[in-house]
């Protein structure tokens, strides 16, 4: 059996009104009783520093303030809510919440539901703190357990596609082992639920026969990454294995304190979050910060907001409400900077590109698996000549062998954003990138509709036109002859060698995906990417913060926004603000400033943090970072040097 490829030449609705900024001092909090012992506490970025102990009781405050942390965003709502959702059973008689007790409510809401941060007294409570008997992650090179656990028929394809890549995976991880030195590292606990393959279960089933392998090559690639690195895999694509790898409730139906699975993190998709919500009950507050979503083209912060009060250019998506913080979202692309870019890995064969970059190429790869693609064409009205050959359905190894003997990979608008374009410009092949005008986009296009993103999509691969570009991708009107020649032209005149970057190798995404297993924490306070990182910028008029930091030649940051947005941020960044009229609102602008009356507005919704946002007549404030050479999801100094 061979992958092939067809050729010719839970859902969560609720709702907050908190943020917090990582980097601000919050002061001393003091005398906070825990009926045993006196305690004083020093809040400082996030981190919980013990100043002094004392046998003397004290009276236990009458009310609690409610915590503010941009990890848990929906702590604020939970608590004023939780008289509606009170369960005399669960809550009264089992967990003895005291509703007239706020300190008792938010007690309950971080120590058994996780929706809010444990009380800075109880910090021994802390259901999220780390075991400390975790062991190390060791490289394993041997591939035969992960392939065990992938030994069903319908992850054949799956199969292949690691077995075939696994060579360049142990090369990449003793190079990655050499340059960043590796060991010491924690071995997590990680789950990875395919549900949207469940769902759609047809995906699995037509990967022999030119159906859609983008998912599947995704998957396939950060069991591999994960797998090679050493951490423990639960892999399923099945609902009802749900309950024996979390947590259920217990069963008199209530939450329990004590989870006893000892995940660290949840790999799924949209769909595999309320499953998960629907198998973990009262636990999926528990979960909530541990998921991460593979979400091909991204989610924008307006879809993301159950509650979102603007209107929204073709209107909600049934993919989006999940309440979610944007950077646990992890696309195929680094699509918008809202998200984590988790990517997919391109193989190659160096041995063949050995032996035929020395040879002429003439031929011309027009990669088009599905028939509606073709009929979508102009080149449908063409006959096929003599001299055109189809290859259908081809396996990995045929496909590498056909872009190194070809010049010019040609695409015919679809699939959108697949993985061909890369893999063919890493085997040495031009890419002849179809343009969109006008530009594609959930309001003109059936296939974007839906999708919880307002994107514009200009092309075929939006990333090979704006980040390799000219000359190794030619994005031209595909239905334009003279456009068209040209192209064909400029590639047969080059004398340059086709490039992939390096965040789609192998070694990049493995160095990637490192990275995130080891520093990207929502659940404790941490300092990643770290804030020395932030740099602050002022957008132009109608602006977004993705290219007000692009022309500093930066990244937009969206976990700094906390930190930038205040009244002292605004003064700093020297906004020319009516500071007697500045106020929080819930927007995807803010923190932003109204050219109209210098008014300004500060975010009062952490989940709508947005760097992709922009409106005329709004200049922006924006938090920028570093990033390193083609590998725009770490900065400078994500990886300690």
């Known amino acids: 059996m061979c992958q092939n490829y067809s050729l010719s030449t839970f859902k969560f609705h609720d709702n907050t009104k908190d943020h917090f900024g990582r980097s601000k001092s919050l002061g001393v909090v003091e005398r906070l009783d825990t009926d045993r012992l006196q305690i004083d506490f020093t809040i400082r970025n996030d981190s919980l520093v013990h100043k002094e102990e004392s046998k003397k009781i004290v009276a236990k405050p009458n009310k609690c303030k409610i915590p503010e942390d941009v990890r848990f965003p929906l702590c604020s709502f939970k608590v004023k809510s939780f008289p509606d959702s009170w369960n005399p059973k669960c809550h009264g008689g089992k967990h003895r919440v005291d509703l007239d007790d706020r300190c008792s409510v938010i007690q309950y809401l971080s120590e058994v539901e996780a929706w809010c941060p444990v009380l800075p007294w109880r910090h021994d409570q802390d259901p999220f703190k780390p075991s400390v008997s975790q062991s190390q992650a060791k490289i394993r090179t041997d591939v035969s357990e992960l392939l065990q656990q992938l030994a069903d028929d319908r992850y054949a394809w799956m199969r292949i596609r690691i077995t075939e890549t696994w060579p360049q995976w142990v090369e990449a991880v ?87 699975d000892r995940l660290d993190l949840i790999l799924t998709d949209i769909i595999g979050v309320a499953k998960l919500g629907d198998a973990s009950g009262p636990h999926q507050s528990r979960y909530r910060c541990k998921i991460r979503i593979l979400d091909s083209f991204g989610s924008d912060a307006e879809f993301n907001f159950d509650f979102y009060k603007e209107n929204i250019p073709g209107g909600r998506s049934v993919w989006g409400n999940l309440n979610l913080l944007l950077p646990q979202f992890m696309t195929m692309y680094p699509h918008s ?158 004398k340059a060698t086709p490039h992939l970057p390096y965040e789609f190798t192998v070694l990049g995404m493995l160095e990637r995906l490192n990275a995130y297993v080891e520093y990207q924490d929502f659940c404790r306070p941490n300092d990643w990417p770290p804030i020395k990182e932030l740099k602050t910028a002022i957008s132009k008029d109608g602006q977004s913060c993705v290219f007000t930091c692009l022309d500093k030649g930066l990244v937009c940051e969206p976990t700094f926004f906390p930190s930038i947005n205040t009244q002292d941020a605004l003064k700093r960044a020297e906004m020319p603000c009516n500071l007697s009229t500045i106020e929080p609102r819930d927007s995807i602008l803010a923190p932003s400033m109204n050219t109209a009356d210098s008014t300004c507005m500060l975010q009062s919704e952490t989940l709508l943090f947005s760097c992709r946002a922009a409106k005329p007549g709004v200049v922006r404030v924006c938090p920028c970072r570093s990033y390193r050479k083609e590998q725009v999801a770490l900065c400078e100094s994500c990886l300690g040097s």
């Open 174 to 260: 003793k190079e990655l082992a050499i340059r960043k030195g590796i060991s010491g590292r924690k071995k997590k606990k990680i789950v990875l639920y395919m549900g949207s393959l469940e769902f759609n279960f047809k995906i699995f089933m037509e990967a022999f026969s030119g159906g859609v392998l983008g998912e599947l090559s995704q998957w396939s690639d950060v069991m591999s990454a994960l797998y090679i690195l050493g951490h423990d895999l639960v892999i399923t694509s099945d609902r009802n294995d749900l309950p024996n790898i979390i947590t259920p409730p217990d069963s008199d139906g209530c939450a329990s304190k004590v989870l006893n």
């Open 337 to 494: 900077p809202d998200n984590s870019f988790i990517g997919f890995a391109v193989p190659n064969k160096k041995h063949l590109l050995q032996t035929t970059v020395t040879r002429i190429r003439t031929k011309a790869l027009v990669y088009g698996k599905m028939p509606h693609f073709w009929e979508e064409s102009e080149l449908r009205e063409y006959e096929v000549p003599d001299y055109i050959v189809n290859h259908g359905i081809v396996n990995i190894t045929t496909l590498l062998s056909l872009f190194q003997s070809s010049k010019v990979f040609v695409g015919l608008g679809m699939p959108f954003e697949g993985p061909a374009a890369l893999e063919a410009l890493a085997n040495g092949c031009f890419f002849i990138n179809p343009k969109f005008t006008p530009a594609y986009d959930r309001l003109n296009h059936g296939f974007f509709a839906g999708k919880p993103m307002d994107r514009k999509i200009t092309s075929q691969n939006p990333y090979a036109e704006v980040f390799i570009g000219m000359p190794f991708v030619q994005t031209v009107d595909i239905e334009n002859q003279v456009e068209v020649e040209e192209a064909v032209k400029n590639i047969l005149e080059s």
